[in-house]
């Protein structure tokens, strides 16, 4: 008696659940030449329900909102359908209940405007599609890469989105992937009668790059492999290490981070590598290396005139080419390009004699020699003169003898000093400075 108490109560309900059938949407269709004209439904959306004829005026209806001014569906006897109104450009749900099929949801769009008319049409569904199990998979953007795993068989289906097929059930991991996409998963059950349709929006794993540097022919690396610089490109995201090398300057090791808020524009200096100079003596083979002697000497790197202590110049200089230029008294003016290659630069200054340097240094001393001796001259003939002036007011005979000593030490001096000077002078004239 409990026995059929509880199959009576308990699986007889089950089983009749178990069995109703089931609608499927046919179709949903916007009606373009029938617009509502009752002026109350200005900011209504209509939206029409066929179904079969033995069913359709026993269906009833729930939404997930409101009615449209509160007014509940309406069957249409003249056109066997039913008529609702739902609020425009409101998302929302409408359950349609039937006794003897599943309930069916029906997705009413926030796209749908005002007083526009939406047609939908429902049907049963057939033994095949009751038996039927339908997957889809769409990807945003398409072409993705599909990767389905059948827990039942354990076999794996690799393939391109859009996919559809018929021949999976039970439960499957699905994976969505592309390049430069971040992949999507989902693990589904699928059942007898339904049909699954799966949209997949990837985002984007990229991100906009533009580096350069200055000067903009040094090599660039990321991660170790070259690229071109300048950069502009997209890149997926992560971390990447970053290499500039140049001749003659300081390579750059840096790192940069592409990520959905980050967008890598740079433009990346480098600086020349500098270096001082160390002048010396002309190497010979096994000895010592040797200072330059730029002692009285004005040494010019380009157009700037250096300092230099202890035969190193006091400032740094680019890697690379210069003019270099020494000049020192007697000596020929050494002009050479050097080029700095190290942190410290030996240059080797090989100084020679310059003859006409030296006569001109030696006739210039012998003019400045006799001018002086004819100048000496004239000074004593001025003091004689003047103390002969003053030998003759002498008021006494002691300042007189010593007046008269200093006239006459004075006119002997006098020509010697004028004679020699002039000598000199004429003999540094003659000097020929080109011989």
Known sequence: MKKILFTLFVLLPFLSLAQRKEFVVLEKNQVLDNVIRDSKYENAVAIWIYAPLAHIEYLKFETSW????????????LNSRWQVYVPSLQKQKIKII?????????????????????????????????????????????????????????????????????????????????ENFFSKDTLLQLDKGKDYTLNFKLDSAVNRVDIISTPSDAKMFFNNKEVSNPFNDYLPFGVYSLKLMKENYEEINSSFTVSKENKVQSTIPMSKKMGTITFVKPQQQGADVEIADLKGAEVKIGQEVVQVLNGTTLNKFPYGQHNLEVQKNNFATIEKLITIRSENESVE???????????????????????GGIGAGLYLMQSANKNYEAYKKATSSSEASSLRKQVEAADKMAPITMGIGG?????????NVNK
């Open 66 to 77: 409101s009615w449209f001014l509160n007014e509940p569906p309406k069957y249409d006897t």
């Open 423 to 431: 000598l000199t002078a004429v003999f540094g004239i003659t000097i």
């Open 349 to 371: 200054l090989n100084f020679k004699k310059d003859l006409a340097k030296s006569k001109r240094s030696t006739k210039g001393v012998l003019i400045g020699l006799g001018l």
């Open 98 to 178: 039937s006794k003897e099929h599943q309930d069916i949801i029906l997705e009413i769009d926030n796209y749908f405007l005002q007083k526009s008319t939406w047609k939908y049409e429902i049907r049963e569904k057939s033994q095949s599609e009751l038996n039927r199990i339908r997957l889809t998979v769409n990807s945003d953007p398409g072409e993705a890469t599909l990767l389905i795993k059948d827990g039942k068989t354990t076999k794996a289906i690799s393939d391109k989105t859009p996919y559809s097929t018929e021949n999976l059930s039970g439960k499957v991991a699905i994976t969505v992937s592309k």
